[in-house]
Structure formats: structure tokens, C-alpha cells
């Protein structure tokens, strides 16, 4: 078993509307050997893709994404959720994204510097639910030209409809763990699927 699963199954919190906390390892105290072998496991399915540039959104999604970006040996990228007065607004690509746990749309912006038509992208979350995060994600990269060679997710929820979103604009997804059902505070992984 992973050591991602480990965690999840001892310290994992399930709360009200199929929110699964992860607070002591991932998403607030982060634990470096835990982000590590997600980062291993990402590189090990994605090295021969041509990758440049790593991509994610703050703040949950910089520790996997950044640890990842060490191992292609290519910047880490990340959408931004305030807009710096620094950046005018035709030096930007912009989109809106619906947050599923906090249940607000925010605008999340990056530099156009930063990710152009020549760039082979990966992206990378902490988590995927109904794929608002990463379809934003998509759309940035879309708009700046550049190619998407897959998506890694730490933690998919395949009881929400974010994996068959993604797989209809026929996008490669990865998913460290995945997990079949939260019901009654008990967490369920789904165990066979073609990987
Ligand atoms: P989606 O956009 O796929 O609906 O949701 C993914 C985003 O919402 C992730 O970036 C993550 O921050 C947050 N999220 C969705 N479900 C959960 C959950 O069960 N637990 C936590 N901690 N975050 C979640």
C-alpha cells in the first residue's frame, strides 16, 4: 500500500459533503516523505511526455507540484487566486474557477511570460472532485497555446464527476490514490482499474 493511502486511512477526517481532510499531511502540516513518493510516482508515469513546465493552482497544490518539477528538472508554475497590481491586464491569461469545498468562484490569473505555445505541460492538484479546478487549468493552458500531456492528482474522488469531464476532452489523468466512496465515515479505495 502507499504511503499516501496509509496516511488517508490513519489520519484522514471525513467531514459533511464528501470533504475528506487532510490537514496533518497534505493540505496545512505537509509531510515531505509523503509528497516525495507522489512526486516519484509522477515522474515515473510522465518522464518520457516531453515535459517543460509543471502547473498547478495555490496554495494546496505547490508542495506536489513543486516536489515533481525537482525531479523533471523544469519550473513549477502556479495560478494565482489574487491579482497582482503588478500585472496589467493584457500581460495576463485569466479564468474563473468554482471551488467545490468553499463553494465560491474565484478568478485565478498567471503571467503570459510564464507559459507560452512552446511549453508541454503537466498538471498537477491535490485533489479532484467535480474538475472545476482542473478544467481552469486546462483553459489557461489552452489560451496561452501551450500542449497538455496529462493530469496528476494526488487524491480523486471517482464518486464525482471530475475524471469523466476530464476523459471527455480525452486528457490523460493520473490519480495517486483513488477513492470509491466516503459513506458513513468509512473511506473506500478503488482497488481495480486499468492503470
Ligand atoms: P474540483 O475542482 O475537482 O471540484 O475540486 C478540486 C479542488 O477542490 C482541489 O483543488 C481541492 O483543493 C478542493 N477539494 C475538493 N474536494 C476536496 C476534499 O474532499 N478535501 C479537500 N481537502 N479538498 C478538496
Redesign the pocket.
Known amino acids: 500500500m502507499s504511503i499516501l493511502k496509509e496516511r488517508i486511512l490513519r489520519d484522514g477526517q471525513v467531514?459533511p459533503n464528501?470533504?475528506?481532510?487532510?490537514?496533518s499531511f497534505?493540505?496545512h502540516q505537509i509531510d515531505p516523505v509523503v509528497i516525495k513518493e507522489i512526486a516519484q510516482e509522477f515522474y515515473h508515469i510522465f518522464k518520457d511526455q516531453g515535459i517543460t513546465k509543471i502547473f498547478t493552482?495555490e496554495a494546496?497544490?505547490i508542495a506536489p507540484a513543486l516536489a515533481t518539477a525537482e525531479l523533471f528538472e523544469v519550473p513549477m508554475l502556479f495560478a494565482k487566486k489574487t491579482q497582482p497590481s503588478t500585472l496589467a491586464n493584457q500581460e495576463r491569461y485569466e479564468t474563473d474557477?468554482?471551488?467545490?469545498?468553499?463553494n465560491i468562484t474565484s478568478r485565478v490569473i498567471i503571467s503570459k511570460q510564464y507559459l507560452t505555445a512552446e511549453d508541454r505541460v503537466l498538471i498537477i492538484?491535490?485533489?479532484?472532485?467535480?474538475?472545476?479546478?482542473?478544467?481552469?487549468l486546462v483553459d489557461l493552458v489552452e489560451q496561452a497555446g501551450a500542449s497538455i500531456a496529462g493530469i496528476g492528482i494526488c487524491?480523486e474522488?471517482s464518486f464525482?464527476v471530475?475524471r469523466q469531464k476530464l476523459d471527455e476532452k480525452g486528457i490523460s489523468v493520473h490519480s495517486i490514490c483513488r477513492i470509491a466512496s466516503?459513506d458513513h465515515q468509512t473511506i473506500q479505495f478503488l482497488e481495480n482499474y486499468p492503470k
Not at 464528501?18 to 490537514?23: I, R, S, T
Not at 474557477?97 to 468553499?102: C, D, E, G, L
Open positions: 467531514f464528501n470533504v475528506l481532510k487532510v490537514d497534505m493540505n493552482i494546496s497544490g474557477i468554482h471551488s467545490y469545498t468553499k492538484d491535490d485533489f479532484l472532485a467535480n474538475g472545476e479546478a482542473c478544467l481552469g487524491i474522488k464525482q471530475g466516503l
